[in-house]
């Protein structure tokens, strides 16, 4: 909920880098932050302020899925024919569709996948995948992953190299320092 969002300069910061790495079309964005940190509620807010305007983000906060589980998602997420599901091909084709004439509409589409530390390596790969979805001047579906800074160490991975060299934008939530408690503390 915005009005509970505590707006301090790394907030602020963040819930501008997000919204840029969104609009921007450019590749990935990275949010890291320890827990309670406030990572998903920036990403809640970004969430609201984007659909309001027309946009489309596939919200996952529980990564742990399968592969079939997680071509479902974004099946419901974009309104594609669910009975693509059982293809991946055909669903790719259908979802690559949907987002070039959401693109030539100038509507913005967007994954944003929270927790993203827990996805398994195999779900990692997808992201990859789908982040190659472009034209030859913008991605087509912007992306976001935020997790811990565990999401940092495994991009670092030689397996996951691949998937590092496509983030274009990263930022980082640190803890609240003593003023910013304070005024956290008077806000609620």
Not at 43 to 67: K, S
Not at 114 to 124: I, K, S, V
Request: aromatic share 4%.
């Amino acid at each position: 909920n915005p009005r509970f969002l505590l707006l301090t300069g790394k907030h602020r910061e963040a819930l501008s880098n997000l919204v840029y790495g969104l609009r921007s079309r450019r590749g990935l964005t990275l949010l890291v932050g320890e827990a309670g940190t406030g990572k998903t509620t920036v990403i809640r807010t970004v969430v609201q302020d984007l659909e309001a305007r027309g946009a489309t983000i596939a919200y996952l906060n529980n990564p742990t899925l399968t592969r079939p589980e997680f071509y479902d998602f974004l099946a419901a997420a974009f309104k594609l024919d669910l009975s693509l599901a059982g293809s991946k091909t055909r669903l790719l084709a259908e979802l690559a569709r949907t987002l070039e004439e959401r693109r030539q509409a100038d509507a913005l589409s967007g994954l944003i996948i929270d927790e993203a530390q827990a996805l398994p390596d195999e779900l990692l790969e997808e992201v990859r995948l789908l982040a190659n979805m472009e034209t030859s001047t913008d991605k087509l579906l912007s992306i976001v992953l935020a997790g811990q800074p565990e999401l940092s160490d495994r991009l670092n991975q030689p397996s996951l190299r691949q998937l590092k060299q496509r983030v274009a934008l990263r930022c980082q939530l640190k803890a609240l320092d003593a003023r910013e408690c304070c005024d956290y503390i008077a806000s609620r």
